[in-house]
T-cell receptor, first 114, second 112 residues
Framework: DTGVSQDPRHKITKRGQNVTFRCDPI?????LYWYRQTLGQGPEFLTY????????KSRLLSDRFSAERPKGSFSTLEIQRTEQGDSAMYLC????????????FGSGTQLSVL | LAKTTQPISMDSYEGQEVNITCSHN???????ITWYQQFPSQGPRFIIQ???TKVTNEVASLFIPADRKSSTLSLPRVSLSDTAVYYC?????????????FGTGTRLQVTL
């Protein structure tokens, strides 16, 4: 399978714990995006990478959220001190270099904070 | 960013053609129009993209009038498996950041 891969698919954690999600983009795609989606809403943009550079992070929901893409390949999204309001689907997408962005999404990580 | 407006929901019978219209009155000159499909518990899937006039692929057609202030996604002969949420996005890569914004989409329900 050469699509965008996300791991884990599901994560259940207790409030206050830290969680980390991984995204492996399509190999030739230099751009990588993180979105969050809650029930009944469209995906909400969080942050974006061009290769290893994080070019947009103002939409990260709080300083408890951070993302990395250390070698311009896979990326991780970490949430520290999780809260119940963090429960959502976290989606990763990648895109090739072009002006007309076409996003290819993974299946997401469903986070439940108890 | 160009804001988009779509119907919240639509219903159709299997075998019919479905047209979903998206309004984007403040679309910028270089913006592209892209449609995505999303099934429950999955990420959105790219359907079609266009800049002007008409674009057709194996899945759908996209009609864009000359003023580009709206666009219509056309799904020919829908089946039950086309039941999903459809999102219209307008924008382009700006060189330093990307802020592609999804709205709440159009929930299409196909029945027999």
């Amino acid at each position: 399978d050469t699509g965008v891969s996300q791991d884990p698919r599901h994560k259940i954690t207790k409030r206050g714990q830290n969680v980390t999600f991984r995204c492996d983009p399509i190999s030739e795609h230099n751009r990588l995006y993180w979105y969050r989606q809650t029930l009944g809403q469209g995906p909400e943009f969080l942050t974006y990478f061009q290769n290893e550079a994080q070019l947009e992070k103002s939409r990260l929901l709080s300083d408890r959220f951070s993302a990395e893409r250390p070698k311009g390949s896979f990326s991780t999204l970490e949430i520290q001190r999780t809260e119940q309001g963090d429960s959502a689907m976290y989606l990763c997408a990648s895109s090739p270099d072009s002006l007309n962005e076409k996003l290819f999404f993974g299946s997401g990580t469903q986070l439940s904070v108890l | 960013l160009a804001k988009t407006t779509q119907p919240i929901s639509m219903d159709s019978y299997e075998g019919q053609e479905v047209n979903i219209t998206c309004s984007h009155n403040n679309i910028a000159t270089n913006d592209y129009i892209t449609w995505y499909q999303q099934f429950p518990s999955q990420g959105p899937r790219f359907i079609i993209q266009g800049y002007k006039t008409k674009v057709t692929n194996e899945v759908a057609s996209l009609f864009i009038p000359a003023d580009r202030k709206s666009s219509t996604l056309s799904l020919p002969r829908v089946s039950l498996s086309d039941t999903a949420v459809y999102y219209c996005l307008v924008g382009m890569y700006t060189g330093t950041a990307s802020k592609l914004t999804f709205g709440t989409g159009t929930r299409l329900q196909v029945t027999l």
